[in-house]
């Protein structure tokens, strides 16, 4: 379990969690390799050498035991350490995140949203209140906020890191098309849209 | 400029050339290799490697052009080859990628927004209307659409594919947290938001 698994692997992984959980929705107990594969336009002995590396011991003729395996990624991937973030900025993205229920099964416990617009300052979000920006040092600090999930729009997206690293918040979950300037201690996430775009597209 | 570029090095190139763009709205003239492996947290050869990908001629004593090197990786990356697409699910997250006006720097035109919703439909969002989903096949048709980008919610994700396949639309940019199955000739990218949040997580 304390073998060192790749970007590429635990990527790949939370794609066979999909799966299964759909699997587990449609009440099948058993997936092969080959199913997972197929469903994924990759090789068959990828996906079993990917398995390999889980502590999985669901496997018998018919295939993996679905619920098993389900449950050794999530171990694997430690979905069980729940990670606490906050949302800045409350617009669509960050209401469509703050909406997207998923990610507590992953881990993500997103606890409140942050604008600076008056006009949503106090409402909720799927249950979730948008505080003003304001605010956030003393309750980042009160709640244990591991993690800042960025998105401002583009010309705020700076100064708004900056607010956030001065805040002591050390990850950044970066939803806006700028690259950050951070100190070394800060890590950031791109979510980098157009680049998978490009990469998606790149062939048309 | 036939080189086959690969998916790690677009990645790259477009987060460069988010730094480029804001360089040029602070009116910077000069970029260097180290300033952009700065920002990015890797290493400078790196960065000089993948610009040697590039035609790009401007490069003087105190770093690259900013502009030349700019219009260079838009070159390469086909930015200017426009691709249409529909955004299939008029939610949150849907109206957010509507109206994320950088898409059209990278040459993706978003044509309209599809939707089962009475309540939504008729409406416009940042200029784009929404449409009954019914509608899609003889308006993909009609406006030539080479991507649907999908945003429903996850029970419908299958059967909207499905949908999608039937009205010969051979891209899906899937923003669902379902792994969709899909005929051999039509490419599905996924946004595997959870994936990339665990790849991040990881360490902490």
């Known amino acids: 379990m304390d073998k060192k698994i790749s970007e590429k692997v635990i990527n790949r992984l939370t794609l066979y969690h999909c799966i299964l959980s759909d699997y587990i929705t449609a009440n099948i107990e058993f997936i092969s390799s080959k199913q997972i594969a197929q469903l994924l336009k990759i090789d068959d002995s ?3 050498k990917d398995i390999n590396l889980l502590n999985n011991s669901g496997k018998c003729r018919v295939g993996y035991i679905v619920k098993e395996l389900k449950a050794s990624i999530e171990k694997t991937l430690g979905f069980k350490k729940t990670k606490k973030a906050f949302i800045i900025g409350a617009g669509n ?5 703050a909406n997207y229920d998923n990610f507590t099964d992953y881990g993500l416990n997103i ?3 942050f604008d600076n617009d008056k006009a ?3 409402k909720t979000v799927n249950g979730k209140k948008i505080f003003n920006i304001k605010e ?3 309750l980042a600090k009160e709640n244990g906020i591991d993690i800042a999930i960025l998105t401002v729009p583009r010309q705020y997206a700076q100064p708004t890191a900056d607010f956030l690293v001065a805040a002591n918040i050390k990850y950044i979950w970066n939803f806006t098309p700028t690259v950050l300037a951070v100190p070394e201690d800060t890590q950031v996430w791109n979510e980098n849209l ?5 990469q998606f597209t790149y062939n048309i």
Do not use: W
């Not at 993205?93 to 995140?97: D, E, F, K, R, Y």
């Not at 157009?194 to 490009?198: P, S, T, Y």
């Open 136 to 138: 956030l040092p003393t």
């Open 46 to 48: 990828q996906v079993r």
């Open 111 to 113: 606890i409140s949203l």
């Open 93 to 97: 993205l960050g209401s469509a995140l």
């Open 120 to 122: 949503k300052i106090g």
């Open 194 to 198: 157009m680049g998978n775009f490009l």
